[in-house]
């Protein structure tokens, strides 16, 4: 199932972020991919907020996992920095993967095909300075019903710009 | 040497007894050995101090990734109820997974730290066996399970014949598609997979069910033991848990090799 979306503001990219924070479920992975500037950790900041955190996302590129305490616990991480397949196993990210939380993972495309499959796929892609297309999906059908709140999202908000 | 005097030093070990060990040593009489177990597999972790591969202490607790805050203290609190201490231990026995990253990394790392620095010999037991060791002997196939995270589980199985614990890591529905009446289902996570079990085998199956912890660390001691005396001690520079990956990633990892 997938969804798209046209972002044209920073708030745009906050509040899909929070609706997807408020349909998270424990165990949740979300894999980020877009370039630099995309809006990735925007989209964590609405994400966070979604979860009932009042706390500001920071980019976890240089500490590679923040953790913030929320209605689920947020690990924020970030493979930007990774070179290796040692790098990357030497973290030990299972813990994370399968554990209760929420994982937002950025610059996930690094390491395709090591996350749990009933992951939710985000891809970003800048159109303009200020315009991105969110494309939201997931393989897994357990995962539908969150892809069915950012299409609902993205319709209501679709009227509202006509 | 004058016993007396270099008890007084020493006060954590009543004088009697270590007047009569030294005695004891000087005499020729085999030396009484002395073993710490440490086992942070999973939550629940447990170290022991045992003599002889018999336990004397024995402490568990649940711990949520906790386990490098409250290892070390633990170790200390069995010491202290043995009326040991760490310059008495001959041996380092450690469970080496699978079970969680971190962890596991923990009793690994403290383990191998004590066993180098005091230059005694460590052995690692797969914390499997350590599952299947009270069912020993049973005549049936045993399997144990630990949970993996959501929806997987390292599973452990031993026939009778075995001298080796088959380790594997398992989606749970893979898992529960190939359960036996015949087996005997334990570990960990066996109590969690009963009702599932239960429904599937038509109530007729053989499982230990009793709440976690379920290993235990007189078990280690005991295996651990058994290993000490068979020569299969561990490299303390060497040695690493035991992570098992799933075909998943190992293609990933494939993948990722390509790409380099």
């Known amino acids: 199932m997938r969804a798209c979306l046209r972002s044209t503001s920073v708030e745009y990219t906050r509040e899909l972020g929070r609706v997807m924070g408020a349909s998270a479920k424990p165990g949740d992975v979300f ?5 630099l500037g995309a809006g990735k950790t925007m989209l964590t900041q609405g994400i966070l907020w979604g979860l009932g955190s009042e706390e500001f996302a920071r980019s976890p590129t240089f500490v590679l996992v923040n953790e913030y305490h929320a209605r689920l616990t947020v690990y924020h991480m970030d493979l930007y920095r990774l070179d290796s397949f040692d790098d990357l196993d030497g973290l030990g990210l299972d813990d994370y993967l399968f554990g209760d939380g929420l994982c937002v993972i950025e610059w996930a495309d690094k390491a395709e095909g090591y996350f749990p499959t009933d992951h939710v ?14 494309s939201v999906s997931s393989s897994a059908d357990e995962r539908s019903q969150l892809i069915q709140a950012v299409v609902d999202f993205g319709r209501l908000h679709a009227d509202e710009h006509r | 040497m004058n016993p007396e005097i270099e008890c007084s030093s020493r006060q954590s070990i009543p004088r009697v007894l270590y007047i009569r060990r030294i005695r004891a040593n000087r005499e020729g009489f085999a030396k009484i050995k002395v073993e710490l177990q440490i086992d ?10 045992s003599s002889d ?34 310059e008495d231990l001959d041996s380092v026995l ?20 004590i066993a180098s620095t005091r230059s005694i010999p460590l ?21 144990a399970l630990i949970s993996a995270g959501r929806n997987r589980l390292y599973v452990g199985v031993k026939d009778p014949a075995d001298t080796v614990v088959k380790v594997d890591l398992q989606q749970t529905a893979e898992f529960l598609g190939g359960l036996s009446p015949s087996t005997i289902y334990c570990g960990e996570a066996a109590p969690d997979l009963a009702a599932e079990m239960s429904a ?28 000490l005396q068979a020569g299969e001690t561990a490299d303390p520079a060497t040695v690493e848990p035991l992570y098992l990956r799933s075909s998943q990633v190992s293609a990933a990892a494939r993948r990722w090799g390509v790409r380099q």
């Open chain 1, 31 to 35: 894999l980020l991919c877009g370039g």
């Open chain 1, 121 to 134: 796929d985000v891809s970003i892609s800048a159109v303009s300075d200020t315009e991105r297309i969110f």
């Open chain 2, 40 to 49: 942070t597999s999973t939550r629940y972790a447990s170290v022991g101090i």
């Open chain 2, 53 to 86: 591969g018999a336990s004397i202490v024995e402490i568990g607790w649940r711990s949520e990734r906790n386990h490098s805050m409250e290892l070390v203290p633990a170790i200390n609190r069995a010491f202290a109820q043995a009326r040991r201490g760490v």
């Open chain 2, 94 to 113: 450690v469970a080496s997974g699978p079970g969680g990253f971190s962890a596991l990394r923990v009793g690994m790392s403290t383990a191998k730290a």
């Open chain 2, 123 to 143: 052995v690692a037991v797969g914390t499997l066996d350590l599952e299947i060791e009270p069912f020993e002997g049973m005549g049936a196939r045993v399997c």
């Open chain 2, 200 to 227: 599937r085998l038509g109530g007729s199956f053989r499982a230990s069910l009793s709440a976690p912890p379920s290993r235990r660390a007189s078990a280690l001691a005991r295996l651990g033991y058994r290993k």
